[in-house]
């Protein structure tokens, strides 16, 4: 009777045993999923100004008339004139390039009295010509794409875009400014972990945020949700965030 009571007794305390290691398992790993679960995130960001080293301007120039002749020879003393415009102004043979000739045919309908189309005959020939300009002489082609009125002063028939500026350093440009805002958003994790008595565990997650490129002073109004990148202003920001999540311990 005794050695059964004894068993039954064993039997419990193992039971007891049991359910209280599970309990200690089960909180354990409850603690353990909380803790992992519980992180610190910080947005960091970092910007330069900078000064664009190329400039690129675009032109076109037209000449139309009743024979094809007449209008590829108007477009060849148009061409000629704005090569030398370009020369006088100081720019080298390989700073502006001129396009292969476009040719149009520009033909009139007619119809009979009933509103059906009859025929179509050749009404005149329309040639264009594109001009582009590309230097690292900022000053010189802004000049360039400003004083053409003595070319139209010589009846070329010229249309002027506006200009646009490009950086060739904007790869190191971009590495800089990654470097910079991880170091930004690493610091704004250490102060608000400190502040709040934590403690930094791993990086658990970081995001690279979009490359802006903005007009100087022009804000972040202009910032677009995939990139931007301003090409009508000499004087430039170039922006970027960084987004790093850290556990904490």
Do not use: H
């Not at 476009?102 to 179509?120: A, F, T, V």
């Not at 007009?215 to 004087?235: C, E, W």
């Amino acid at each position: 009777m005794e050695n059964k009571k004894s068993n039954v007794l064993s039997a419990l305390f193992i039971g007891i045993a049991v359910i209280a290691s599970c309990c200690i398992l089960a909180f354990a790993f409850l603690r353990y999923k909380v803790d992992s679960s519980r992180s610190i995130t910080a947005t960091g960001s970092a910007s330069v100004d900078f000064e664009a080293d190329v400039i690129v301007w675009r032109g076109s120039f037209s000449a139309y008339s009743g024979s094809s002749g007449e209008a590829y020879e108007e477009i060849k003393r148009q061409a000629a004139l704005v090569e030398d415009y370009l020369k006088e102004k100081g720019l080298k043979s390989d700073e502006y390039v001129l396009s292969a000739v476009d040719i149009r045919e520009r033909s009139q309908n007619y119809y009979d009295n009933y509103g059906n189309y009859m025929y179509s005959l050749v009404d005149g020939y329309e040639l264009s010509q594109n001009v582009q300009v590309s230097s690292g002489n900022i000053d010189l082609v802004e000049d360039v794409s400003r004083d053409i009125s003595k070319l139209l002063d010589q009846n070329v028939k010229l249309t002027s875009g506006a200009p646009e500026y490009y950086c060739t350093g904007l790869d190191s440009i971009k590495l800089d400014l990654i470097e910079k805002a991880t170091e930004n958003a690493k610091s704004r994790i250490d102060i608000m972990a400190d502040k709040s008595g934590a403690g930094v565990g791993v990086l658990k997650n970081s995001n690279l945020g979009v490359f802006q490129i903005t007009a100087k002073n022009s804000g972040t109004s202009y910032y677009s949700y995939d990139g931007y990148l301003d090409t009508s202003s000499r004087y430039k920001t170039a922006s970027i965030t960084v987004k790093l999540e850290y556990g904490i311990k």
